[in-house]
């Protein structure tokens, strides 16, 4: 009975070897070459995406510095507006009759009612 026990594992490793060599061929396959025409359009595509980068960023820094200098532009206007708005006031206190009356009457000058004539502006 040992005899054929032998032989059975004996026939059998053979067919384990085909079996481990056919798996080992299975799994390594061969290694796939990049193609040119694949290297150009993958470096197109990397330019491409490269380009379009540059032209976003260069547009937001134009955006960035067109929005300062409007922020720049409305402080002045802010400024210009608050300054002539001290000035009109400037210009009702010196219109005030009141005040017209009193410098007329330190240089000599008299009020005549019939020579005074209303502008309206």
């Known amino acids: 009975m040992a005899q054929p026990s032998r032989q059975f594992t004996q026939t ?6 085909k079996q ?3 798996e080992s061929r299975a799994v390594m396959l061969p290694r796939r ?8 359009l993958w470096t197109s595509t990397l330019i491409v ?3 379009v980068a540059i032209i976003i960023i260069s547009r937001q820094a134009q955006i960035y510095s067109v929005s300062i200098s409007a922020t720049h532009a409305q402080s002045a206007v802010n400024t210009i507006q608050q300054s002539n708005g001290e000035l009109n006031e400037q210009i ?9 009356m009193k410098i007329a009457k330190e240089h000599g000058l008299s009020l005549n ?6 502008v309206d502006k």
Do not use: D, H, Y
């Open 92 to 100: 009702q206190k010196l219109q005030q009759p009141g005040r017209i």
């Open 49 to 51: 995406i490269f380009v």
């Open 20 to 22: 481990a060599m056919s």
């Open 33 to 40: 070459r990049i193609t040119k025409g694949e290297k150009i």
């Open 12 to 17: 059998e490793q053979p067919g384990r070897q």
């Open 113 to 118: 009612i019939n020579n005074v004539k209303l």
